[in-house]
């Protein structure tokens, strides 16, 4: 199976910026997408970005413009780069890594379970 751990959180005041990172281990060639979702106290888990294989990104809208997402393959590590922070933004943040059936031996029903495997979060929060 797939391994995420997230780090880079924090508490920064409104306007500032913070970068988290994922560190995926395990059988990451099983990897399609990952993703970065986050959860707001008395909210629902939503959706921030998301990165395929291909490096092609999407963003909420609430986000676009202000975050980045990016991953460094070599390193096996997704990252999301957030400036110019409003309490908005305040959240538990997760890393999310879609997992796909493929021809590699690793890849193999019984070996992994297709779909989504989830880090542990990290905190943001935004001060006024």
């Known amino acids: 199976q797939v391994q995420l751990v997230e780090s880079g959180g924090g508490s920064v005041q409104a306007g500032g910026s913070l970068k988290l990172s994922c560190e995926a281990s395990g059988y990451t060639q099983c990897i399609y997408r990952m993703q970065w979702y986050r959860q707001a106290p008395g909210k629902e888990r939503e959706l921030v970005s998301e990165?395929?294989?291909?490096?092609?990104?999407t963003y909420a809208d609430a986000v676009e413009g202000r975050f980045t997402i990016s991953q460094d393959t070599a390193k096996n590590t997704l990252y999301l780069l957030m400036n110019t922070l409003t309490q908005d933004d305040t959240a538990m943040y997760f890393c999310?890594?879609?997992?796909?059936?493929?021809?590699?031996?690793?890849?193999?029903?019984?070996?992994?379970?297709?779909?989504?495997?989830w880090g542990q979060g990290t905190q943001v929060t935004v001060s006024s």
């Open positions: 990165i395929n294989k291909s490096g092609t990104t």
């Open positions: 999310s890594a879609r997992l796909t059936y493929t021809s590699d031996p690793n890849c193999r029903p019984g070996t992994i379970r297709a779909g989504s495997t």
